[in-house]
């Protein structure tokens, strides 16, 4: 890697210059008018930790376990959809640099990749859930994740319709040919134009089911022993019911500001849905975390670990799996040295940090 790339923003910078500009809109965009972007990192840059003085840190352990998953630092890689317009070798190039730096990856249903392929790939995966409104086809992607050796199911919550990306409306936005939905192409003939928008819009308009509710979470837990967590909660009485239902565990989301584009920052949300958790089930949180600081902000803030979106794909695009592993590598030393200089020997001792 060039020793330029210092930093997550040096990665999304050079990611800039290198991805085409509808690819670059579609990962990099929120919703409506993008004011969630800027609150989630300002969210995390209002958090101030009380470090701890004289602590041995000459050795520290920034390892954890999350759902009996070791993890090197408290991190997994979120779930992303269309990997490959980031890199030709897309989601495969995100799974060996995980796999090589024993980090877990969230795998999208929108993947370019299919969920069996990408099995084939070592380390530890969790399969991320659309519900369909032909709920065939989700009973048959659950079956599929399962028997692929997938360890955890993540059911989206947060995306009853599509938050509005203008971005990808003024472009047009849709797949290269030649690119599919590889999970989903079993299922579905090829989409048509919708004459206005975007092909995902249009996907999610006439295929996602925006009547999902808590009696279809007893469903898709009827089909399956894998254990599932819910991503998109940003209410503490969400987060009840969720424990009541179950679940695994909880991500505190807002997909990264692509969805609501009022809805609460994941750093302003994360304490009251940890503090209503109680340590019962397992608390990830995600958007904006650029920072080894972010990462032990979140855990200060109650959570087990936090989810790496955007900035993998950065380094996708800057040098595929390289690119990948590099990031990685840069969230572990930037996080091993913020436990150093806040006195933090093991991950727990974060809790008394905020």
């Given at each position: 890697m060039p020793k330029a790339l210092l930093t997550i923003a040096d990665y999304r910078k050079a990611a800039r210059k290198i991805l085409p500009r509808m690819a670059w809109d579609y990962f990099r965009s929120g919703s409506d008018g993008q004011t969630l972007l800027a609150r989630n990192?300002?969210?995390?840059?209002?958090?101030?930790?009380?470090?701890?003085?004289?602590?041995d840190v000459s050795t520290v352990d920034p390892s954890t376990t999350v759902l009996g998953l070791k993890l090197p630092f408290p991190a997994l890689i979120a779930?992303?959809?269309?990997q490959k317009l980031a890199h030709k070798d897309g989601e495969l190039a995100v799974a060996r640099a995980a796999a090589a730096c024993g980090v877990p990856c969230v795998v999208s249903t929108m993947a370019t990749t299919s969920l069996e392929d990408i099995a084939q790939v070592p380390g530890p995966k969790w399969f991320q859930l659309y519900c369909h409104k032909d709920r065939a086809i989700t009973e048959d992607l659950i079956h599929r994740a399962e028997a692929a050796g997938y360890t955890a199911l993540v059911v989206t919550a947060d995306a009853p319709v599509l938050g509005r990306r203008i971005a990808d409306e003024r472009n047009g936005f849709e797949l290269p040919k030649g690119m599919t939905r590889e999970n989903l192409a079993r299922y579905e003939r090829p989409m048509g134009g919708s004459g206005s928008g975007s092909h995902l819009s249009e996907l999610f308009r006439t295929r996602q089911d925006a009547a999902l509710n808590w009696r279809d979470l007893d469903w898709i837990r009827s089909l399956t022993r894998l254990p599932i967590l819910l991503k998109g909660v940003l209410r503490p009485d969400d987060a009840r019911r969720a424990v009541e239902a179950g679940c695994a565990g909880v991500i505190v989301s807002n997909h990264g500001g692509r969805q609501c584009d009022a809805a609460i920052a994941t750093a302003r949300a994360l304490p009251e849905v940890a503090a209503e958790v109680g340590g019962k089930i397992a608390v990830l949180a995600d958007g904006a975390i650029e920072w080894g600081n972010d990462i032990l902000r979140a855990l200060a803030l109650g959570a087990d670990a936090v989810l790496i979106g955007r900035p993998v794909l950065w380094g996708l695009a800057v040098a595929g799996r390289a690119g990948v592993k590099a990031v990685l590598d840069l969230y572990r030393e930037d996080f091993t040295r913020a436990m150093q200089l806040c006195g933090c020997a093991r991950v727990a001792d974060a809790r008394g940090l905020a």
């Open positions: 990192r300002a969210a995390w840059d209002a958090i101030e930790l009380r470090p701890c003085v004289m602590v779930p992303m959809a269309y």
